[in-house]
């Protein structure tokens, strides 16, 4: 049986939900429908799939055994010197990932068991919330089981987190690539945890957390593999990214080289092999993340957001359009 935690709208409470029922249940559940006529995604766009390589410092993936994500930054658009949140750890930072601003503003600032009284769910909207109202099917497999705080009621039609507190890469993409074959979701979120487990055992950059790196290369490899057997590899938007770097055999607010963050976006309308970095594009942050796939999927993002749309990578570099911007949102 796995304990859970559940927002109410009488406070919170406990349930337990058995793990078999828990998987037929997202089993059955659909993650394909198009989009409403109301939004319009940019030209050439069927579907986004997010891939946050948990503990995935940049300098690692640049010197590593990394085809598929060398593949991706040639035929994309990307940063090794994008930056996470501040705090710098796992669910914090991927909650800021798909929200678009900081912790201390979605309230997501625990990290394990949530503390009595915390909230379990976003003071925000997601982005699966956002594309689900829009009419987007949306899915997410997760490697660690306090992902579930992403889980707000009605707003992911397929998920998997695991009844343990972490499960491998392996696992994890076994069910990407089902899935992806099974029908490419329109919103995918796909976590990797594996390079952050290493480092906590061995070290950021033992030659464990390399094997480690190359090996989650490989099942981004095997997801992209997955969507260009189904057709829809030149019609998706890939971005890899992570949630944290570290150094040493932890991350956070004060370690350093936890803040550093590969960001790598490819797909329709993204210019090939730039750097976003060197081409004169402000810094990214992990924020930007949430503005940028909004706007590729022609979502209005919210008003008082912190990220940006990274519109250097889809256009000649310039200035970032702050995301309550001049478009209206």
């Known amino acids: 049986m796995l304990r859970r935690r559940h927002t109410h709208p009488g406070g919170t409470v406990r349930f337990r939900i058995a793990a078999g029922l828990l998987g037929l249940a997202l089993a059955v559940s659909p993650a394909s429908t198009a989009p409403s006529s109301a939004v319009a995604a940019r030209a050439g766009v069927r579907g986004v799939l997010l891939i946050s390589v948990d503990g995935l410092r940049p300098d690692l993936v640049a010197s590593g055994d990394t085809p598929a994500m060398h593949a991706l930054m040639a035929r994309g658009s990307y940063s090794l010197t994008a930056l996470t949140t501040d705090v710098a750890i796992t669910l914090p930072s991927h909650t800021s990932m798909v929200t678009g601003v900081p912790p201390d503003v979605h309230g997501?600032?625990?990290?394990?068991?949530?503390?009595?009284?915390?909230?379990?769910?976003?003071?925000?909207?997601?982005?699966?919330?956002?594309?689900?109202?829009?009419?987007?099917?949306?899915?997410?497999?997760?490697?660690?089981?306090?992902?579930?705080?992403?889980?707000?009621?009605?707003?992911?039609?397929?998920?998997?987190?695991?009844?343990?507190?972490?499960?491998?890469?392996?696992?994890?993409?076994?069910?990407?690539?089902?899935?992806?074959?099974?029908?490419?979701?329109?919103?995918?979120?796909?976590?990797?945890?594996?390079?952050?487990?290493?480092?906590?055992?061995?070290?950021?950059?033992?030659?464990?957390?390399?094997?480690?790196?190359?090996?989650?290369?490989?099942?981004?490899?095997?997801?992209?593999?997955?969507?260009?057997?189904?057709?829809?590899?030149?019609?998706t938007v890939v971005l890899v990214t992570s949630d944290h770097g570290g150094s040493g055999k932890t991350h956070g607010r004060s370690v350093p080289l936890s803040h550093d963050i590969p960001w790598i976006l490819a797909g329709p309308g993204v210019r090939h092999g730039i750097d976003l970095t060197a081409d004169g594009a402000p810094t990214i942050h992990t924020e930007d993340t949430f503005a940028t796939l909004c706007s590729v999927l022609g979502i209005p993002i919210p008003k008082n957001v912190t990220g940006h749309v990274v519109d250097a990578a889809f256009g000649p570099a310039g200035k970032q359009a702050q995301a309550a911007g001049a478009s209206g949102h």
């Open 108 to 235: 997501i600032t625990w990290n394990g068991e949530p503390p009595d009284g915390a909230r379990l769910h976003p003071a925000r909207p997601t982005l699966f919330e956002l594309a689900h109202q829009a009419g987007y099917g949306t899915a997410m497999v997760a490697g660690k089981s306090k992902f579930v705080a992403l889980v707000v009621p009605g707003s992911i039609d397929r998920w998997y987190v695991p009844t343990v507190s972490a499960t491998s890469d392996t696992a994890v993409t076994d069910s990407a690539v089902r899935w992806i074959e099974a029908g490419p979701p329109p919103v995918f979120f796909v976590h990797l945890p594996s390079v952050d487990l290493t480092g906590h055992a061995y070290g950021w950059g033992s030659q464990e957390q390399i094997a480690a790196i190359a090996y989650a290369d490989r099942c981004i490899g095997r997801m992209l593999d997955a969507l260009e057997r189904r057709g829809r590899l030149e019609s």
